[in-house]
Structures are given as structure tokens and as C-alpha cells.
């Protein structure tokens, strides 16, 4: 059983709200198509969590990927238990027939081409990728014409529009919704408002992002403020293992192993850390290009014999390392980094956080109340914070306490993807009354 640690009555009420919401999904008989990239992307289990929620609410999902087929999709789809999701990628043979059906539609794909190029023109890069999908995006189109989804909701915000625009022209009955979420915020190839990504945006029946923190970037696009959707990324907390004693001083940091993570000041800090508590241990979950160079520096560091890098591990060993860890240390100055649910996981699983600073971080921590948030770079404050923790453990259980309730009220994956379905299936009955005349 996962550990819950809410009030009775509070429990009951959210059992009662939830079991209110699922009902009234279920009955919609929704379904949904969702545009991305790539699925399921190693580093993003927030839209396995998404999609898996989904699927269990009683929507009838579908996945539908601009890039080809991952690496480790076999092994990441029974993973997370979302194996039985439909869910196709770009391939030769979906190129082909895209073109089959530019071919056979010219005039749509005149008209796609024209606004490829009216919005993309004094941005060359951006171009030449528009082109290339292309093909994959008429395909899509194509299978929604057949299929007739209730909404296709784009991922994110950039590429994903080709496929938007289809979709909002030429079939008017579908519901389009539009995530901004991270990368698709800062990224300069699609920040500029004349942009196609802000032309499906201000035509799109919802746009919603996961943190408040993005909403001034997306009303740049010329998109109203009261018509953004603050829904966020969600804890699945049936995932979450029971409360285990924690191993003493032990410290746990994740991610995928780039310079922007910035792994090297973890180890940096943990080196001060260990000067003052020569028991302390530091696992390091999570693979990248930068594993070889990390491991150089721990040994740089003469810290190697209390550091332990696992590699890529499965999300729920992730989860059993955080419920045996009494510290998760999180120094990433990644621009993209937005409320990572890596350091939710953490919370749920009773971590005291101690993590940079990075956009929109105080939606899910409010310093020195559910953790601690340091500048950036700032490793001399983020090892005394840890000496400090390891030396004060009544207090450090206080802040996890309240850091659990703020993230159990505020960040569940049921309660979030319910109330963004009833925005679904609200904008669905609309559109289908209107399309009546009533």
C-alpha cells in the first residue's frame, strides 16, 4: 500500500471529490489524441503519468510522436504500465503516406505550406525542421479524419502546432488544447508572436501550462490572460512506497546526467558534507554523457568511496532509493527546468529537498517551510543546509511533514487530470451545441 499520511476527513472528502470527477469522465466516453515529440521520453515520466491517469479515468487515449520510434519504448511502455496505449511514431512508411495525401489534397497542402512559410520565413532553422514534418503531420491529420477524435491536445507548444493547424481547419468539430510547458517557453525559435505555434495558440479552444511562472512568456503570444490554464504536472501517490526508516545521512540526486543538472555541484557540496559527517553516502540515480566526467571529479574529490552512481534505473527503484534517502539534492541550472517532478517524487517519498533555484520553484516550495531553495551554483549554502539538517532531524521531519501535505493538496495526478478533463469535456459539449445552433 503506498504511505498516506492525511487526515481522515481530508482523505475522505478527496476519495469523495475523485470518485465525483471519475464518474463524471467515464460518462463523456472522451477520446483524446495526444501530439508530442517523442513518447515515452526517458526524462519524462510526467506524460507517462499523465497518459497512465488518463487511461485509467476511463479516456480512450492516444499517442501520436512527430519523431521516430525511441530507444527503450518497448521496455519504458511495460514500465510504466501504459503498454496497451495506442501509440505510433514517425516512420518511412507515414511519410510516404503523408505525401500520398498532400498529393491527393493539394489545396490543403498548399494552404499548410503557405502558412509553414508566412510564419517561418525569417527563421530559417525553424523552417527547414517544419518541413521535414511535414509529411508526418498530413498523416496525422489524416488518421483524425478517419478516427474523429474529441480533442487532440498538443504536448507542447512548437512543432506539435503543424499538426494543430491541420486539425483546427479543415476538422472545426475537433476540440484543440495546447500545453506550454518548458523548453517550447524559452526556446527563441518559437518565442516570437507571429510565430505558427502563437497563431494555433490564440485559435485553440484551451491553453493551458504547468506553472504559473510561464504564463507572462505565453501572453507575449497575444493570448489573454483568464484564457491560460494553470494545470500542473501531478504525483501519481498510489506509486509512492510505504514510509520506510530512513538510512542515516544518506543523500539521493536524480536526472539524466548533462552539465545543465548540474551534478558537479552536488558533488562539490556533498564533498563539504563530507568533511563534517564522514558517514554520510550520496547515490546518484540517473545516465548521461557527462557519467565518465562526474566520475572523474568524485574521484578528483577523493569522495568516491561515498558515492554511488547506479546508472539508469527503473522509476520505481527511483521511488524505493528516495524513501531510504533523508536528503535529495537537486542543483540544476537547466533554463527548462520547470517544477521538476523529480523533486516531487522526493517530497512524496519524505526527502527534505535542498534544490537551486529555477523558474516557478516556489509554486511547489516555499523556503525553509517545505525545503530549502539556494542561488544556483551556490554550494557552500547548500552543504550547510544538510549539516544543518543532519544535525537538527526533528526539524527536518517538520519540514517534510508540511512539504508532503502542500504537495498532496496541490499536486495530484487524479485531481489535476480530472479537472483538466471536465475543461475538456465542457469545450466538447460547447463546441457540439454550437455546431447545433444552441
Request: net charge neutral; proline share 5%.
Amino acid at each position: 500500500m503506498p504511505y498516506k499520511q492525511v487526515e481522515p476527513e481530508i482523505n475522505s472528502a478527496k476519495q469523495e471529490q475523485s470518485l465525483h470527477h471519475q464518474s463524471f469522465i467515464k460518462d463523456s466516453n472522451m477520446e483524446v489524441w495526444i501530439i508530442t515529440m517523442i513518447f515515452p521520453g526517458i526524462s519524462e515520466t510526467f506524460a507517462s503519468n499523465d497518459v497512465h491517469t488518463m487511461r485509467n479515468a476511463g479516456l480512450k487515449v492516444a499517442i501520436h510522436g512527430l519523431r521516430p520510434t525511441p530507444k527503450l519504448f518497448s521496455k519504458l511502455v511495460v514500465e510504466r504500465g501504459i503498454s496497451d496505449i495506442w501509440t505510433t511514431h514517425n516512420s518511412l512508411i507515414y511519410s510516404l503516406q503523408g505525401l500520398w495525401i498532400g498529393c491527393k489534397n493539394p489545396l490543403i497542402l498548399i494552404d499548410f505550406m503557405v502558412w509553414i512559410f508566412k510564419h517561418s520565413w525569417k527563421r530559417p532553422i525553424n523552417l527547414f525542421k517544419s518541413l521535414i514534418l511535414v509529411p508526418r503531420s498530413l498523416q496525422i491529420y489524416d488518421s483524425a479524419r478517419q478516427h474523429n477524435p474529441d480533442i487532440v491536445h498538443l504536448y507542447w507548444s512548437h512543432f506539435p502546432s503543424l499538426v494543430g493547424y491541420l486539425i483546427q481547419n479543415y476538422l472545426p468539430k475537433t476540440v484543440v488544447t495546447i500545453s506550454f510547458v518548458a523548453h517550447d517557453i524559452y526556446n527563441s525559435e518559437f518565442q516570437s508572436q507571429d510565430s505558427y505555434t502563437g497563431d494555433v495558440a490564440r485559435n485553440a479552444d484551451l491553453v493551458h501550462t504547468i506553472t504559473a511562472d510561464n504564463i507572462p512568456a505565453i501572453e507575449k503570444y497575444g493570448i489573454p490572460k483568464e484564457q491560460i490554464l494553470l494545470s500542473y504536472h501531478g504525483i501519481d501517490f498510489r506509486k509512492i512506497p510505504e514510509k520506510k526508516a530512513k538510512i542515516k545521512r544518506r543523500i539521493v540526486t536524480a536526472g539524466r546526467l548533462i552539465p545543465e543538472k548540474g551534478f558537479s555541484d552536488t558533488l562539490k557540496a556533498f564533498k563539504q558534507v563530507l568533511e563534517q559527517y564522514p558517514d554520510a553516502s550520496l547515490i546518484v540515480l540517473g545516465d548521461g554523457p557527462e557519467r565518465k566526467n562526474l566520475q572523474a571529479l568524485a574521484q578528483s574529490l577523493n569522495i568516491s568511496h561515498a558515492v554511488d552512481f547506479r546508472g539508469f534505473v527503473t522509476h520505481n527503484e527511483i521511488f524505493q532509493e528516495m524513501a531510504l534517502a533523508e536528503i535529495f539534492l537537486f542543483m540544476s541550472f537547466y533554463k527548462a527546468e520547470r517544477l521538476p517532478n523529480v523533486v516531487k517524487e522526493a517530497i512524496a517519498c519524505q526527502c527534505l529537498c535542498v534544490i537551486s533555484h529555477t523558474p516557478g520553484i516556489e509554486e511547489l516550495i516555499s523556503d525553509k517551510v517545505h525545503g530549502y531553495i539556494v542561488p544556483q551554483h551556490d554550494i557552500d549554502t547548500a552543504a550547510k543546509l544538510i549539516q544543518q539538517a543532519f544535525s537538527n532531524p526533528e526539524q527536518m521531519n517538520q519540514i517534510n511533514e508540511a512539504a508532503y501535505q502542500h504537495l498532496r493538496k496541490n499536486f495530484d495526478i487524479e485531481q489535476i487530470i480530472a479537472e483538466l478533463q471536465q475543461r475538456w469535456f465542457k469545450l466538447l459539449t460547447e463546441k457540439k451545441d454550437s455546431d447545433l445552433g444552441l
